[in-house]
Structure formats: structure tokens, C-alpha cells
């Protein structure tokens, strides 16, 4: 029975090979293409194998911190003081935080860093031992 079988896949793998290399061919092309029921079928397979066997939920590692109007209520309007952000930061990094994104563009300078403050202070109110510490301040 093994020699049969040996001379079976012997004499058919050139023709056995052939035409399933055509085969995945045609299919990477159809795929290439974008073929939409190639797609839905391939969703469709996919969802199959979901109910068959789910994939173990798994908790992602990842946490997001929204601004929300509980947020602007307790901490005041939009934008921060990069102070608030930097503060921010410090306990997401205290945290466990192993990476910080913020999906907010920082376009303007902080206007309410102790530079910006001291040159607004200084046209008010001239020379004063205040404006002398606000200077001395890292901006």
C-alpha cells in the first residue's frame, strides 16, 4: 500500500502543483484587483472561523484620557496651561504609562507661561519685584 501511494504522489505532483500555483495565482490577482465579493467572501470566511473558535478576550493594554465637560468644569476653559499638561503627564508617567500621546496640536505659545505673563505685567505695571521673579522663572 506505501509503494502505491508513493507512486501516486510521485506521478501527480507536476500535475497536482500546476494547477493549484494557477490557482493561488489567479486568486492573488482577484485580490490584487480588488474583487468586492472576493473581499466579502474573505469576511465572510473570517467570521466563520470567529464563531468557530473566538479569539480569548484579551485586555488591551491601553487607556485613554479624555477631555470631557467634567474635565473643563473642574480644571477651567480650553486650552490648559502647559503647566496642567506637564502635571498631567508626570502622573500618567507615575501611573505605569509606558507611552503618553496627546491628539491635540500645541499651535500657540502658553499664555499663561511666566514669560508671556511678566511681558503683560511689565506694560501695566513697569518695573516691580514681581516682574523680576516671573523672569527668573524657566518659560
Known amino acids: ?16 502543483v500546476l494547477p493549484a500555483l494557477g490557482a493561488l495565482l489567479i486568486v492573488a490577482l482577484l485580490q490584487l484587483v480588488g474583487v468586492p465579493q472576493l473581499e466579502r467572501l474573505g469576511l465572510l470566511l473570517f467570521d466563520g472561523y470567529q464563531r468557530a473558535v473566538p479569539r480569548p478576550y484579551e485586555d488591551a493594554p491601553v487607556r485613554i484620557v479624555d477631555i470631557d465637560d467634567e474635565s473643563i468644569r473642574r480644571l477651567g476653559q480650553w486650552p490648559w496651561p502647559r503647566t496642567d499638561i506637564a502635571d498631567l503627564t508626570r502622573r500618567l508617567g507615575d501611573a505605569g504609562a509606558a507611552s503618553i500621546a496627546y491628539d491635540i496640536v ?23 519685584p514681581t516682574l523680576a521673579a516671573l523672569r527668573a522663572l524657566p518659560d
Not at 510521485?10 to 500535475?15: A, E, F, L, M
Open 1 to 16: 500500500m506505501a509503494n502505491w501511494a508513493g507512486r501516486f504522489f510521485r506521478k501527480s505532483k507536476g500535475g497536482a
Open 106 to 128: 500645541f499651535s500657540e505659545p502658553d499664555r499663561t507661561s511666566p514669560g508671556r505673563i511678566a511681558a503683560r505685567l511689565q506694560r501695566t505695571n513697569g518695573n516691580s
